[in-house]
Nanobody
Framework: VQLQASGGGLVQAGGSLRLSCAAS????????IGWFRQAPGKEREGVSC????????LYSDSVQGRFTISRDNAKNTVYLQMKSLKPEDTAVYYC????????????????WGQGTQVTVSS
């Protein structure tokens, strides 16, 4: 089982990035996928999740209206489009997979990727 997060980088406030989460080693379209982030000295935070079919999405209040999650089951990949980025979005972003419905609780998730760094400068 592997989840490979990519697409992070350094961006100015107000800019955009698109993160990708490429999955392998399991039946991808059976799993909901979530994005989480952790900033230095802070607890891990659920950012967004998408159901196995892609029909249901969920966002934290802090990113609602700025981030969009989507998935391409043919490519075993989930995307997180991030717009209007703020310095407080700076964190390591992780993707994770769960056979459950999927929400923003990290405890629900079975498999985790290695993370990609997002840094937003002011």
């Amino acid at each position: 089982v592997q989840l490979q997060a990519s697409g992070g980088g350094l961006v100015q406030a107000g800019g955009s990035l698109r993160l990708s989460c490429a999955a392998s080693g399991f039946t991808f379209d059976y799993y909901a996928i979530g994005w989480f982030r952790q900033a230095p000295g802070k607890e891990r935070e659920g950012v967004s999740c998408i159901s196995s079919s892609g029909g249901t999405t969920l966002y934290s209040d802090s990113v609602q209206g700025r981030f969009t999650i989507s998935r391409d089951n043919a490519k075993n990949t989930v995307y997180l489009q991030m717009k209007s980025l703020k310095p407080e979005d700076t964190a390591v972003y992780y993707c994770a997979a769960t056979v459950l419905v999927g929400d923003l609780s990290a405890e629900e998730y079975d498999y985790w990727g290695q993370g990609t760094q997002v840094t937003v400068s002011s």
